[in-house]
């Protein structure tokens, strides 16, 4: 019983940033590790940041490593993914996903999903 609901997606250009926000109900949010995932057209979704329910660890898909940053806020009920230095290959629905372990990185070991929020990135 969690809804997310994603935003900040849009276009920008090769080598701009972006900062996704997943805003998540209730308030046991605090109670969830969150990731965030990408899908791109004809291709599998594909694991790209996790991080703990306090926040204290965090892991990453080495396409991303050092680009891409996850956070949360939980007096906020939200979860963020700062995109630096984008690349036309970053271009892709993101979701963000709760789940109730320390730790996952299939789509299948997550309990509840976002609707995604579109990316695209321009050469």
């Known amino acids: 019983q969690v809804q997310l609901v994603e935003s900040g997606g849009g276009l920008v250009q090769a080598g701009g940033s972006l900062r996704l926000s997943c805003a998540a109900s209730?308030?046991?949010?605090?109670?969830?590790?969150m990731g965030w995932f990408r899908q791109a057209p004809g291709k599998e979704r594909e694991f790209v940041a996790h991080i703990s329910e306090s926040g204290g660890s965090t892991s990453y898909a080495d396409s991303v490593q050092g680009l891409f940053t996850i956070s949360r806020d939980n007096a906020k009920n939200t979860v963020y993914l700062q995109m630096n230095s984008l690349k036309p290959e970053d271009t892709a629905a993101y979701y963000c996903?709760?789940?109730?372990?320390?730790?996952?990185?299939?789509?299948?070991?997550?309990?509840?999903w976002g609707q995604g929020t579109q990316v695209t990135v321009s050469s």
């Open positions: 996903a709760a789940v109730r372990t320390y730790y996952a990185s299939k789509p299948r070991e997550y309990d509840y």
């Open positions: 209730g308030r046991t949010f605090s109670s969830y590790a």
